[in-house]
């Protein structure tokens, strides 16, 4: 029997970057390995996005069509939609009694998120408790590899608090901790170089972009504001080139040789901007291709094909559960 791997995406825009090395590059590599299953998160979505709905949904597909263009199989992938699966929302609920509203609250990468998203008093319930769901979506497809980028490894903490708790209560039949998967670039952080690429804070480089508009966001990409002449000897550290060149070239050593001459003085922005435009365009070019060949009936089919398969094995699952909880009443 394979072991399963789940992970999924906020369908709250394009797919970017820092997916791509973040998780995308894992998921591909691993998809056959294991019993794979990928999840669009459109209830999390609506955690931050409540008055949003038809826009969560008209980015699904686009997400789908992110997923099959750098090459998740659907042969072996199953892609579904978190909202089409009721046992997921029932699991959250059995959940929210196994942890504290200080743990949560207490929780990093939330923590970071409502400073960014200016919540203060007013942070949804919905928001603050997204762990939970997420607990629950790992859980009960019973995950035990979880291939995420670094903002996610305190949610992946609570969610093996969670699973402890629960076995701890009710027995341990159903649910196994997970394994938080990350990559060596576990953060790519935004050309701006202010915060982690994110859909939300309109720094990342998506991969739908054209090859203009990566050229315009290289351009625009934070390096080092001290570097002023060509001749000036330039940092490297918290300098965003540097960092893509790090995640995306091919060559260790011509980056390192870079580096060095920047370090030294005499290489300008423009010449190592456009060293990481071929690079990124090299690495979208055959994803943009295979993107312009998917319609959206392929992509709703192959969602339609996955939710099923999810469906069933959640209906299994929380059959399972209630029978550990003894919460079943009647004779089915
Ligand atoms: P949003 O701004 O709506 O939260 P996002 O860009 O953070 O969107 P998510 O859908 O929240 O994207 O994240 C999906 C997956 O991609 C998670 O596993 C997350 O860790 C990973 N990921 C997101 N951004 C990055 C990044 N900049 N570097 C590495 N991994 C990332
Ligand atoms: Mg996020």
Redesign the pocket.
Known sequence: MKKTLL????P??PL?L??Y???LKNRVLLQAQYDTYIMI?DMQ?LTDHADKPDWIKKNVLEVVKDYLSVGIDPTCAKIFIQSQIPQLAELTMIFLNLVSVARLERNPTTKAEIQQKGYQDSVPAGFLCYPVSQAADIALFQASCVP?????MPIIEVTNEIIRRFNHYYGSGCFIECEAITSS?????GIDGQA??????GN?IFLSDSAEVVKNKVMQMYTDPTHLKVSDPGNVEGNMVFHYLDAFHANKDEVADLKAHYQRGGLGDVTIKKILIETLNTLLSPIRERRAALTDQICLEILQSGTEKAQHTALQMMKNVHALMGISYFKS
């Not at 670039?185 to 952080?189: P, Q």
């Not at 982690?196 to 804070?201: E, F, I, R, V």
């Open positions: 992970t999924g995406d906020r709250t825009g970017h820092g997916h090395v973040g998780s998160a979505a995420v980028g670094d903002d996610q670039t576990s953060r790519l952080m982690k690429a994110s859909k939300s804070l990342a």
